[in-house]
Protein backbone atom coordinates (compact mmCIF):
# COMPACT_ATOMS: atom_id res chain seq x y z
CA UNK A 1 0.00 0.00 0.00
CA UNK A 2 1.73 3.20 -0.94
CA UNK A 3 1.52 6.56 1.37
CA UNK A 4 -1.62 8.83 0.81
CA UNK A 5 -3.60 11.39 1.77
CA UNK A 6 -7.12 11.46 1.98
CA UNK A 7 -9.24 14.09 1.06
CA UNK A 8 -9.74 17.72 2.34
CA UNK A 9 -13.42 16.41 3.68
CA UNK A 10 -12.72 13.61 5.45
CA UNK A 11 -13.49 13.50 9.25
CA UNK A 12 -15.09 16.68 9.01
CA UNK A 13 -17.93 16.16 11.97
CA UNK A 14 -17.04 12.74 13.51
CA UNK A 15 -16.46 13.19 16.94
CA UNK A 16 -13.46 10.18 17.64
CA UNK A 17 -11.99 8.79 21.56
CA UNK A 18 -8.67 7.93 21.39
CA UNK A 19 -7.57 5.98 24.88
CA UNK A 20 -4.71 3.42 25.55
CA UNK A 21 -1.82 5.47 25.07
CA UNK A 22 0.03 8.49 26.34
CA UNK A 23 -1.49 12.10 25.60
CA UNK A 24 1.01 14.80 25.91
CA UNK A 25 -1.24 17.30 27.67
CA UNK A 26 -0.22 20.42 30.15
CA UNK A 27 -4.35 19.68 31.22
CA UNK A 28 -3.44 16.67 32.39
CA UNK A 29 0.35 15.32 32.76
CA UNK A 30 -0.97 11.58 33.19
CA UNK A 31 -3.43 11.57 30.39
CA UNK A 32 -4.25 8.53 28.12
CA UNK A 33 -7.37 9.12 26.37
CA UNK A 34 -8.48 12.27 24.35
CA UNK A 35 -11.91 13.22 22.67
CA UNK A 36 -12.21 15.02 19.62
CA UNK A 37 -15.01 16.79 18.16
CA UNK A 38 -15.86 19.14 15.35
CA UNK A 39 -11.91 20.11 14.61
CA UNK A 40 -11.32 20.79 18.30
CA UNK A 41 -10.06 19.12 21.40
CA UNK A 42 -13.27 18.36 23.60
CA UNK A 43 -11.92 16.33 26.47
CA UNK A 44 -8.21 14.83 27.56
CA UNK A 45 -7.79 13.09 30.94
CA UNK A 46 -7.49 9.52 32.33
CA UNK A 47 -8.56 5.78 30.91
CA UNK A 48 -11.08 5.65 33.56
CA UNK A 49 -13.29 8.65 32.80
CA UNK A 50 -12.78 7.79 28.63
CA UNK A 51 -15.74 5.02 29.70
CA UNK A 52 -18.41 7.23 30.25
CA UNK A 53 -17.38 8.65 26.24
CA UNK A 54 -16.89 5.69 24.89
CA UNK A 55 -20.86 4.86 24.23
CA UNK A 56 -21.32 8.94 22.59
CA UNK A 57 -19.08 8.93 19.88
CA UNK A 58 -18.76 7.85 16.47
CA UNK A 59 -15.53 6.34 16.93
CA UNK A 60 -12.80 4.67 19.31
CA UNK A 61 -9.07 4.55 18.27
CA UNK A 62 -7.47 1.96 20.45
CA UNK A 63 -4.06 3.52 20.36
CA UNK A 64 -2.18 0.85 22.13
CA UNK A 65 0.26 2.48 24.08
CA UNK A 66 0.96 4.75 21.63
CA UNK A 67 2.08 8.34 21.96
CA UNK A 68 -0.25 11.42 20.66
CA UNK A 69 1.66 14.81 20.55
CA UNK A 70 0.18 17.53 18.96
CA UNK A 71 1.60 18.05 14.83
CA UNK A 72 4.05 19.52 14.74
CA UNK A 73 4.90 23.30 12.88
CA UNK A 74 7.45 23.59 10.50
CA UNK A 75 8.06 27.33 10.39
CA UNK A 76 10.08 27.73 7.52
CA UNK A 77 9.65 25.91 4.22
CA UNK A 78 10.45 26.38 0.74
CA UNK A 79 7.72 23.77 -0.09
CA UNK A 80 8.06 23.24 -4.21
CA UNK A 81 11.76 23.34 -3.94
CA UNK A 82 11.28 21.03 -1.32
CA UNK A 83 9.19 19.00 -3.35
CA UNK A 84 11.51 18.82 -6.19
CA UNK A 85 14.23 17.71 -4.13
CA UNK A 86 12.39 14.69 -2.57
CA UNK A 87 11.36 13.78 -6.73
CA UNK A 88 13.92 15.07 -8.26
CA UNK A 89 17.76 15.01 -8.49
CA UNK A 90 19.49 15.55 -4.43
CA UNK A 91 22.72 15.73 -4.09
CA UNK A 92 22.96 16.03 -0.03
CA UNK A 93 24.54 12.49 0.05
CA UNK A 94 27.18 12.66 -2.19
CA UNK A 95 30.65 12.37 -0.29
CA UNK A 96 32.37 13.56 -3.01
CA UNK A 97 32.52 15.51 -6.41
CA UNK A 98 32.74 11.96 -7.93
CA UNK A 99 29.71 10.70 -6.85
CA UNK A 100 27.67 14.41 -7.26
CA UNK A 101 28.96 13.68 -10.98
CA UNK A 102 27.39 10.52 -11.47
CA UNK A 103 24.78 11.26 -10.05
CA UNK A 104 23.65 14.08 -12.07
CA UNK A 105 24.68 12.07 -15.40
CA UNK A 106 22.42 9.46 -13.94
CA UNK A 107 19.34 11.51 -12.95
CA UNK A 108 19.99 13.39 -17.01
CA UNK A 109 19.64 9.71 -18.36
CA UNK A 110 16.41 8.78 -16.46
CA UNK A 111 14.39 12.36 -17.36
CA UNK A 112 14.93 12.89 -21.46
CA UNK A 113 11.90 14.19 -21.61
CA UNK A 114 12.44 17.22 -19.23
CA UNK A 115 12.60 20.38 -20.34
CA UNK A 116 15.03 21.45 -17.55
CA UNK A 117 16.64 19.50 -14.69
CA UNK A 118 16.66 20.73 -11.35
CA UNK A 119 19.00 19.44 -8.42
CA UNK A 120 19.34 20.59 -5.18
CA UNK A 121 22.10 19.90 -2.09
CA UNK A 122 25.56 20.03 -3.05
CA UNK A 123 28.31 21.05 -0.41
CA UNK A 124 31.44 21.38 -1.63
CA UNK A 125 32.72 22.17 1.81
CA UNK A 126 32.26 18.24 2.97
CA UNK A 127 33.60 17.23 -0.57
CA UNK A 128 37.79 15.92 -0.54
CA UNK A 129 37.88 18.01 -3.58
CA UNK A 130 36.36 21.26 -1.89
CA UNK A 131 35.11 22.84 -5.10
CA UNK A 132 32.04 22.47 -7.14
CA UNK A 133 31.23 21.27 -10.43
CA UNK A 134 32.50 23.63 -13.30
CA UNK A 135 30.42 24.59 -15.72
CA UNK A 136 32.26 23.00 -18.68
CA UNK A 137 31.81 19.63 -16.13
CA UNK A 138 28.02 20.52 -16.12
CA UNK A 139 27.26 20.81 -19.37
CA UNK A 140 29.21 17.50 -20.50
CA UNK A 141 26.99 15.25 -18.62
CA UNK A 142 23.92 16.74 -19.04
CA UNK A 143 24.74 16.30 -22.76
CA UNK A 144 24.27 20.39 -22.88
CA UNK A 145 21.09 20.69 -21.56
CA UNK A 146 19.98 23.06 -19.29
CA UNK A 147 20.30 22.48 -15.42
CA UNK A 148 19.97 24.62 -12.54
CA UNK A 149 21.78 22.86 -9.25
CA UNK A 150 21.73 25.07 -5.61
CA UNK A 151 24.28 24.39 -2.83
CA UNK A 152 22.39 23.28 0.40
CA UNK A 153 21.94 26.66 1.38
CA UNK A 154 20.14 27.80 -1.81
CA UNK A 155 22.08 30.83 -1.78
CA UNK A 156 23.92 30.01 -4.43
CA UNK A 157 24.03 28.02 -7.97
CA UNK A 158 25.76 26.31 -10.78
CA UNK A 159 24.39 25.90 -13.99
CA UNK A 160 24.66 24.76 -17.44
CA UNK A 161 25.42 26.89 -20.54
CA UNK A 162 22.26 26.33 -21.90
CA UNK A 163 20.24 27.29 -18.86
CA UNK A 164 22.79 31.01 -18.87
CA UNK A 165 21.52 31.16 -22.72
CA UNK A 166 17.71 31.53 -21.65
CA UNK A 167 18.84 34.60 -19.12
CA UNK A 168 19.72 37.58 -21.87
CA UNK A 169 22.31 40.31 -19.90
CA UNK A 170 23.13 37.85 -17.13
CA UNK A 171 26.94 38.38 -17.32
CA UNK A 172 26.36 41.90 -16.69
CA UNK A 173 24.62 40.84 -13.68
CA UNK A 174 26.04 40.97 -10.13
CA UNK A 175 26.85 37.57 -8.48
CA UNK A 176 27.71 36.34 -12.16
CA UNK A 177 31.31 34.88 -11.90
CA UNK A 178 32.66 32.95 -15.41
CA UNK A 179 35.45 30.76 -13.68
CA UNK A 180 34.62 27.88 -10.95
CA UNK A 181 32.78 29.91 -8.58
CA UNK A 182 28.95 29.52 -8.34
CA UNK A 183 26.69 32.47 -9.46
CA UNK A 184 25.16 34.41 -6.41
CA UNK A 185 23.13 37.62 -5.73
CA UNK A 186 21.45 38.73 -8.94
CA UNK A 187 22.76 36.35 -11.18
CA UNK A 188 21.55 33.54 -9.47
CA UNK A 189 17.96 35.23 -8.58
CA UNK A 190 17.76 35.81 -12.30
CA UNK A 191 18.71 32.02 -13.41
CA UNK A 192 16.50 30.84 -10.53
CA UNK A 193 13.61 32.41 -11.81
CA UNK A 194 14.22 31.26 -16.11
CA UNK A 195 14.77 27.65 -14.26
CA UNK A 196 11.39 27.56 -12.48
CA UNK A 197 9.58 29.24 -15.64
CA UNK A 198 10.68 26.83 -17.72
CA UNK A 199 8.85 23.91 -15.20
CA UNK A 200 5.74 22.86 -16.15
CA UNK A 201 2.04 23.73 -14.03
CA UNK A 202 1.56 19.83 -13.28
CA UNK A 203 5.52 19.17 -12.29
CA UNK A 204 5.44 21.86 -10.00
CA UNK A 205 2.30 20.46 -7.96
CA UNK A 206 3.58 17.21 -7.98
CA UNK A 207 6.25 18.19 -6.26
CA UNK A 208 4.10 20.33 -4.12
CA UNK A 209 1.91 17.44 -3.41
CA UNK A 210 5.08 14.99 -2.65
CA UNK A 211 6.66 17.72 0.00
CA UNK A 212 3.00 17.99 2.28
CA UNK A 213 2.65 14.15 1.96
CA UNK A 214 6.38 14.10 3.37
CA UNK A 215 5.41 16.47 5.71
CA UNK A 216 2.23 14.74 6.84
CA UNK A 217 4.20 11.36 7.18
CA UNK A 218 6.12 12.90 9.46
CA UNK A 219 3.80 14.28 12.15
CA UNK A 220 4.09 18.11 10.57
CA UNK A 221 0.32 19.70 10.81
CA UNK A 222 1.32 22.89 9.39
CA UNK A 223 3.44 24.47 7.40
CA UNK A 224 5.22 28.22 7.18
CA UNK A 225 5.73 28.62 3.48
CA UNK A 226 8.67 31.30 2.62
CA UNK A 227 7.97 32.44 -0.36
CA UNK A 228 8.78 35.48 -2.76
CA UNK A 229 10.03 37.70 -5.95
CA UNK A 230 13.55 36.36 -5.35
CA UNK A 231 12.64 33.06 -4.47
CA UNK A 232 9.81 31.23 -6.73
CA UNK A 233 6.88 32.78 -8.72
CA UNK A 234 3.63 34.40 -7.85
CA UNK A 235 1.63 31.09 -9.58
CA UNK A 236 3.83 28.99 -7.49
CA UNK A 237 2.77 30.75 -3.96
CA UNK A 238 -0.76 30.84 -4.79
CA UNK A 239 -0.89 28.00 -6.38
CA UNK A 240 0.24 26.16 -2.91
CA UNK A 241 -2.25 28.08 -1.09
CA UNK A 242 -4.87 27.18 -3.40
CA UNK A 243 -4.05 23.54 -3.12
CA UNK A 244 -3.65 23.02 0.25
CA UNK A 245 -7.30 24.67 0.86
CA UNK A 246 -8.81 21.96 -2.06
CA UNK A 247 -6.69 19.11 -0.70
CA UNK A 248 -6.11 17.17 2.48
CA UNK A 249 -2.78 17.21 4.12
CA UNK A 250 -0.85 19.98 6.18
CA UNK A 251 -2.53 23.49 6.10
CA UNK A 252 -0.11 26.10 4.57
CA UNK A 253 0.81 29.89 6.02
CA UNK A 254 1.96 31.88 3.49
CA UNK A 255 4.66 34.61 3.62
CA UNK A 256 5.69 36.43 0.75
CA UNK A 257 9.44 38.47 0.98
CA UNK A 258 8.36 41.27 -0.92
CA UNK A 259 9.11 45.24 0.12
CA UNK A 260 5.88 45.81 -1.97
CA UNK A 261 3.21 45.38 1.46
CA UNK A 262 -0.03 45.64 -0.53
CA UNK A 263 1.38 42.77 -3.07
CA UNK A 264 1.59 40.24 -0.44
CA UNK A 265 -2.18 41.37 1.04
CA UNK A 266 -3.56 40.62 -2.52
CA UNK A 267 -1.42 37.27 -2.54
CA UNK A 268 -2.94 36.27 0.26
CA UNK A 269 0.52 36.30 2.75
CA UNK A 270 0.07 36.68 6.21
CA UNK A 271 3.00 38.82 6.20
CA UNK A 272 4.95 40.64 3.77
CA UNK A 273 8.05 38.51 5.28
CA UNK A 274 10.18 35.15 5.15
CA UNK A 275 12.91 34.96 3.17
CA UNK A 276 13.06 39.30 2.79
CA UNK A 277 17.11 39.18 2.77
CA UNK A 278 19.00 41.34 4.91
CA UNK A 279 21.70 39.26 3.40
CA UNK A 280 22.64 35.77 2.45
CA UNK A 281 24.14 32.64 4.73
CA UNK A 282 27.50 31.28 5.80
CA UNK A 283 28.18 28.85 3.17
CA UNK A 284 28.16 31.06 0.41
CA UNK A 285 30.27 33.60 2.06
CA UNK A 286 26.96 36.09 1.84
CA UNK A 287 25.76 36.69 5.18
CA UNK A 288 26.60 39.69 6.17
CA UNK A 289 29.44 39.87 8.74
CA UNK A 290 30.93 42.88 11.50
CA UNK A 291 34.19 41.86 11.01
CA UNK A 292 35.56 39.29 7.84
CA UNK A 293 35.63 36.17 6.97
CA UNK A 294 38.09 34.01 8.16
CA UNK A 295 38.40 32.15 5.14
CA UNK A 296 38.07 34.96 2.96
CA UNK A 297 40.23 37.81 3.64
CA UNK A 298 38.75 41.28 3.12
CA UNK A 299 35.43 39.81 2.57
CA UNK A 300 32.47 40.43 5.13
CA UNK A 301 29.06 39.59 3.06
CA UNK A 302 26.80 41.15 1.34
CA UNK A 303 23.93 43.47 2.75
CA UNK A 304 20.30 43.80 1.09
CA UNK A 305 18.59 45.96 3.36
CA UNK A 306 19.96 48.42 5.32
CA UNK A 307 18.25 49.79 8.22
CA UNK A 308 16.35 53.09 7.24
CA UNK A 309 14.56 50.66 4.43
CA UNK A 310 14.05 48.28 7.26
CA UNK A 311 12.42 51.03 9.62
CA UNK A 312 10.26 51.66 6.55
CA UNK A 313 8.67 48.09 5.87
CA UNK A 314 7.96 47.30 9.49
CA UNK A 315 6.22 50.86 9.40
CA UNK A 316 4.15 49.63 6.47
CA UNK A 317 3.66 46.28 7.90
CA UNK A 318 2.31 47.34 11.07
CA UNK A 319 -0.05 50.02 9.61
CA UNK A 320 -1.33 47.54 7.14
CA UNK A 321 -2.19 44.88 9.94
CA UNK A 322 0.43 42.58 8.28
CA UNK A 323 3.81 40.63 9.75
CA UNK A 324 6.86 42.32 8.41
CA UNK A 325 9.79 39.66 8.45
CA UNK A 326 13.53 39.59 7.49
CA UNK A 327 16.20 36.92 6.83
CA UNK A 328 18.97 37.61 8.38
CA UNK A 329 22.10 35.63 9.86
CA UNK A 330 25.50 37.19 10.12
CA UNK A 331 25.63 39.75 12.72
CA UNK A 332 25.66 43.09 11.28
CA UNK A 333 22.54 41.84 9.17
CA UNK A 334 20.74 41.41 12.83
CA UNK A 335 22.12 44.73 14.26
CA UNK A 336 20.32 46.33 10.89
CA UNK A 337 17.34 44.61 11.86
CA UNK A 338 17.41 45.62 15.20
CA UNK A 339 18.05 49.21 14.19
CA UNK A 340 15.48 49.59 11.79
CA UNK A 341 12.38 47.73 14.04
CA UNK A 342 13.83 50.43 17.38
CA UNK A 343 13.51 53.18 14.82
CA UNK A 344 9.98 52.02 13.67
CA UNK A 345 8.93 51.55 17.21
CA UNK A 346 10.09 54.99 17.55
CA UNK A 347 7.58 56.19 15.12
CA UNK A 348 4.67 53.84 16.25
CA UNK A 349 4.89 53.62 19.73
CA UNK A 350 6.63 50.06 21.10
CA UNK A 351 3.34 48.47 21.93
CA UNK A 352 2.00 48.54 18.43
CA UNK A 353 5.49 47.13 17.48
CA UNK A 354 5.38 43.83 19.75
CA UNK A 355 1.70 43.44 18.90
CA UNK A 356 2.49 42.45 15.64
CA UNK A 357 4.89 40.21 16.58
CA UNK A 358 7.24 40.47 13.51
CA UNK A 359 10.04 38.11 12.91
CA UNK A 360 13.59 36.97 12.01
CA UNK A 361 14.37 34.00 10.11
CA UNK A 362 17.87 32.30 11.12
CA UNK A 363 19.26 34.88 13.15
CA UNK A 364 22.51 32.42 13.91
CA UNK A 365 24.83 35.12 14.64
CA UNK A 366 23.81 37.18 18.08
CA UNK A 367 25.17 39.18 20.77
CA UNK A 368 23.63 39.76 24.37
CA UNK A 369 22.60 43.29 22.84
CA UNK A 370 20.92 41.89 19.98
CA UNK A 371 19.42 38.93 22.12
CA UNK A 372 18.13 41.87 24.34
CA UNK A 373 16.85 44.03 21.54
CA UNK A 374 14.74 40.67 20.91
CA UNK A 375 12.80 41.03 23.71
CA UNK A 376 12.50 44.22 24.15
CA UNK A 377 10.76 44.32 20.46
CA UNK A 378 9.13 41.34 20.75
CA UNK A 379 10.43 39.81 17.82
CA UNK A 380 10.21 35.70 17.46
CA UNK A 381 13.13 34.21 16.28
CA UNK A 382 12.35 31.55 13.79
CA UNK A 383 15.30 29.47 14.01
CA UNK A 384 16.86 25.85 12.47
CA UNK A 385 18.54 23.96 14.56
CA UNK A 386 19.52 21.32 12.42
CA UNK A 387 21.83 23.99 11.21
CA UNK A 388 23.80 23.62 14.10
CA UNK A 389 23.80 19.59 13.68
CA UNK A 390 25.34 20.07 10.19
CA UNK A 391 27.74 22.69 10.37
CA UNK A 392 28.56 23.53 14.17
CA UNK A 393 30.96 22.00 15.84
CA UNK A 394 34.63 22.81 15.75
CA UNK A 395 35.47 21.12 12.66
CA UNK A 396 32.43 22.52 10.67
CA UNK A 397 31.69 24.71 8.48
CA UNK A 398 31.06 27.74 10.79
CA UNK A 399 34.41 27.04 11.88
CA UNK A 400 35.85 27.51 8.63
CA UNK A 401 34.01 30.36 7.49
CA UNK A 402 34.33 32.49 11.26
CA UNK A 403 37.37 30.61 13.30
CA UNK A 404 36.62 28.73 16.46
CA UNK A 405 35.90 31.54 18.30
CA UNK A 406 32.80 33.06 16.78
CA UNK A 407 31.47 29.96 15.88
CA UNK A 408 30.81 29.14 19.33
CA UNK A 409 28.21 31.83 19.41
CA UNK A 410 26.22 31.31 17.04
CA UNK A 411 22.22 29.81 17.49
CA UNK A 412 22.23 30.81 21.16
CA UNK A 413 19.08 28.95 21.72
CA UNK A 414 19.34 29.17 25.85
CA UNK A 415 20.29 32.66 25.92
CA UNK A 416 17.26 33.41 23.73
CA UNK A 417 14.97 31.42 25.99
CA UNK A 418 16.32 33.02 29.10
CA UNK A 419 15.88 36.29 27.88
CA UNK A 420 12.02 35.61 27.07
CA UNK A 421 12.37 36.04 23.22
CA UNK A 422 10.05 33.58 21.22
CA UNK A 423 11.20 30.83 19.13
CA UNK A 424 9.39 29.27 16.46
CA UNK A 425 11.82 26.15 14.64
CA UNK A 426 11.76 25.01 11.44
CA UNK A 427 13.68 23.29 8.47
CA UNK A 428 14.30 26.11 5.91
CA UNK A 429 13.78 22.37 3.64
CA UNK A 430 15.46 21.76 1.31
CA UNK A 431 18.22 23.20 3.03
CA UNK A 432 17.92 20.80 5.87
CA UNK A 433 14.97 17.58 5.63
CA UNK A 434 11.73 18.20 7.31
CA UNK A 435 12.81 15.97 10.76
CA UNK A 436 10.99 17.67 13.54
CA UNK A 437 12.22 15.04 16.17
CA UNK A 438 15.35 15.35 15.03
CA UNK A 439 15.30 19.13 15.51
CA UNK A 440 14.30 18.66 18.67
CA UNK A 441 17.41 16.80 19.14
CA UNK A 442 19.61 18.99 17.60
CA UNK A 443 18.58 21.42 19.79
CA UNK A 444 18.61 19.57 23.10
CA UNK A 445 22.13 18.34 22.26
CA UNK A 446 23.62 21.59 20.33
CA UNK A 447 27.25 21.25 19.30
CA UNK A 448 27.67 23.96 21.80
CA UNK A 449 26.76 23.18 25.20
CA UNK A 450 26.05 26.43 26.50
CA UNK A 451 23.46 26.38 24.06
CA UNK A 452 21.21 23.59 25.10
CA UNK A 453 17.75 23.83 26.19
CA UNK A 454 15.41 21.43 27.82
CA UNK A 455 13.69 18.61 25.06
CA UNK A 456 10.49 20.17 26.35
CA UNK A 457 11.27 23.84 25.47
CA UNK A 458 12.59 22.22 21.84
CA UNK A 459 9.40 20.52 21.79
CA UNK A 460 7.27 23.61 22.49
CA UNK A 461 9.23 25.74 19.95
CA UNK A 462 8.10 23.27 17.05
CA UNK A 463 4.64 22.90 17.87
CA UNK A 464 3.20 26.05 20.02
CA UNK A 465 6.17 28.17 18.76
CA UNK A 466 4.95 28.07 15.22
CA UNK A 467 1.52 28.63 16.31
CA UNK A 468 2.57 31.60 17.96
CA UNK A 469 4.67 33.03 15.46
CA UNK A 470 1.70 33.35 13.09
CA UNK A 471 -0.21 35.37 16.30
CA UNK A 472 -2.01 32.37 17.47
CA UNK A 473 -2.32 31.55 20.92
CA UNK A 474 -5.10 29.22 21.31
CA UNK A 475 -3.59 25.95 19.38
CA UNK A 476 -0.58 23.78 19.48
CA UNK A 477 -1.36 21.74 22.50
CA UNK A 478 -3.85 18.91 23.67
CA UNK A 479 -5.89 21.09 25.69
CA UNK A 480 -9.60 21.50 25.89
CA UNK A 481 -10.76 24.16 22.82
CA UNK A 482 -7.49 24.16 20.85
CA UNK A 483 -7.90 22.76 17.17
CA UNK A 484 -7.13 19.08 16.90
CA UNK A 485 -3.87 18.87 15.25
CA UNK A 486 -2.25 16.11 16.55
CA UNK A 487 0.23 13.09 15.74
CA UNK A 488 0.38 9.86 16.89
CA UNK A 489 3.48 7.77 17.38
CA UNK A 490 5.24 4.58 18.12
CA UNK A 491 8.01 5.02 20.48
CA UNK A 492 9.48 3.76 23.90
CA UNK A 493 9.37 4.87 27.41
CA UNK A 494 8.93 8.44 28.07
CA UNK A 495 11.36 10.70 30.03
CA UNK A 496 11.90 13.86 31.09
CA UNK A 497 15.13 15.56 30.24
CA UNK A 498 16.73 18.78 31.63
CA UNK A 499 19.99 20.40 29.54
CA UNK A 500 22.19 21.13 32.33
CA UNK A 501 24.07 18.60 34.18
CA UNK A 502 23.36 20.30 37.48
CA UNK A 503 20.10 18.46 37.62
CA UNK A 504 18.88 14.77 36.92
CA UNK A 505 19.31 15.10 32.63
CA UNK A 506 16.77 12.09 32.31
CA UNK A 507 13.80 11.07 34.42
CA UNK A 508 11.38 9.06 34.29
CA UNK A 509 9.48 9.56 37.24
CA UNK A 510 5.90 10.35 37.34
CA UNK A 511 6.25 12.51 40.42
CA UNK A 512 7.11 15.22 38.30
CA UNK A 513 4.13 16.41 36.75
CA UNK A 514 5.75 17.39 33.77
CA UNK A 515 4.34 15.23 30.57
CA UNK A 516 7.10 13.38 28.99
CA UNK A 517 8.77 13.00 25.63
CA UNK A 518 10.33 10.08 23.39
CA UNK A 519 14.27 9.70 24.71
CA UNK A 520 16.18 12.35 22.04
CA UNK A 521 19.41 11.48 22.91
CA UNK A 522 21.78 10.78 19.73
CA UNK A 523 21.65 7.24 18.47
CA UNK A 524 18.47 6.24 19.68
CA UNK A 525 15.84 5.26 16.95
CA UNK A 526 13.51 8.33 16.54
CA UNK A 527 9.26 7.75 17.23
CA UNK A 528 8.04 7.10 14.22
CA UNK A 529 4.26 8.70 12.82
CA UNK A 530 1.37 6.30 12.98
CA UNK A 531 -1.09 8.94 12.23
CA UNK A 532 -1.38 13.06 11.84
CA UNK A 533 -4.89 14.70 11.81
CA UNK A 534 -5.19 18.22 11.27
CA UNK A 535 -8.62 19.72 12.08
CA UNK A 536 -9.98 16.56 13.18
CA UNK A 537 -9.16 14.88 9.46
CA UNK A 538 -7.13 12.49 9.29
CA UNK A 539 -3.99 13.20 6.55
CA UNK A 540 -1.85 10.84 6.62
CA UNK A 541 -1.83 6.95 8.16
CA UNK A 542 1.12 4.52 7.80
CA UNK A 543 0.20 2.28 5.79
CA UNK A 544 0.03 -1.61 7.41
CA UNK A 545 -0.38 0.13 10.57
Known amino acids: MSESMPPASSGDHRTVLLRGGEVHSPADPFATAMVVERGHVAWVGSEGAADAFASGVD ?45 IRAHAAARPEDRILIGHGWDASRWPERRPLTRAELDELTGGRPLYLTRIDVHSAVVTTALLDLVPGIRDLDGFHDGQRPLTGDAHHAVRA ?42 DFTGLLDLAR ?25 GAAGDLFADGSLG ?6 HEPYADHAGHSGSAHLDAATIALHVVACTEAGLQAGFHAIGDAAVTAVVEGVRAAAEKL ?8 RHRVEHVEMLTPETIAAFAELGLTASVQPAFD ?31 GVPLAFGSDSPVTPLDPWGTVRAAAFHRTPEHRI ?25 VPGAPADYAVWRTEELVVQAPDD ?3 RWSTDPRSGTPGLPDLSPGVELPVCLRTVVYGQTVFVRPNE
Not at 223 to 228: R, S
Not at 252 to 258: H, I, L
Not at 396 to 419: H, I, K, S
Not at 457 to 477: L, N, P, S
Request: proline letters at 3%; one cysteine or more; charged letters at 20%.
Open 454 to 478: SARAAFTAHTRGGWRAVGRDDAGTL
Open 389 to 419: ALWGGEEGMYADRLGAERARTLNPYAALLRA
Open 194 to 235: AAFAAVSPLQRTEAQRAARLRAASLGIGTLHECGGPQISSED
Open 502 to 504: RVA
Open 349 to 356: GLARIRAA
Open 246 to 270: EEGGPRVVGYWADLDVERARALGAL
Open 59 to 103: EVVDLEGALVTPAFVDAHVHTTATGFALTGLDLSSAASLAEAAEL
Open 284 to 289: SHTACL
